[in-house]
Nanobody, 125 residues
């Protein structure tokens, strides 16, 4: 499974961006997809995730109410809509995937076995 994240860029605080994660897999609807980010000098942290059918999502407290994760299984793509961006959202954003048939805590990075290369989001103040 190959994952390609895109959509990053430079935006002013309060602005919006939409990230995309395109997967090269036919059975995309069986994969949980998560978004994680890593800022310079900081550890990687969970941002958001969505189950294969889209019936369950999870968000980090720091992005709840501002970010929305969604997916289009026909296009094998997951999206992360980011609104009201803050300078502290600046990071490299990675998407990750795991084929899953049972529930698990979506925020656990160790459960994901496929990772994309990341896309840089920079929010200026």
């Amino acid at each position: 499974v190959q994952l390609q994240a895109s959509g990053g860029g430079l935006v002013q605080a309060g602005g919006s961006l939409r990230l995309s994660c395109a997967a090269s897999v036919r059975t995309f609807s069986t994969y949980v997809v998560g978004w994680f980010r890593q800022a310079p000098g900081k550890e990687r942290e969970f941002v958001a995730a969505i189950t294969g059918s889209g019936d369950r999502t999870d968000y980090a407290d720091s992005v709840k109410g501002r970010f929305t994760v969604s997916r289009d299984n026909a296009k094998s793509t997951v999206y992360l809509q980011m609104n009201s961006l803050k300078p502290e959202d600046t990071a490299v954003y990675h998407c990750a995937a795991v084929r899953a048939f049972v529930d698990f805590p979506l925020s656990l990075a160790a459960r994901y076995n496929y990772w994309g290369q990341g896309t840089l989001v920079t929010v200026s103040s």
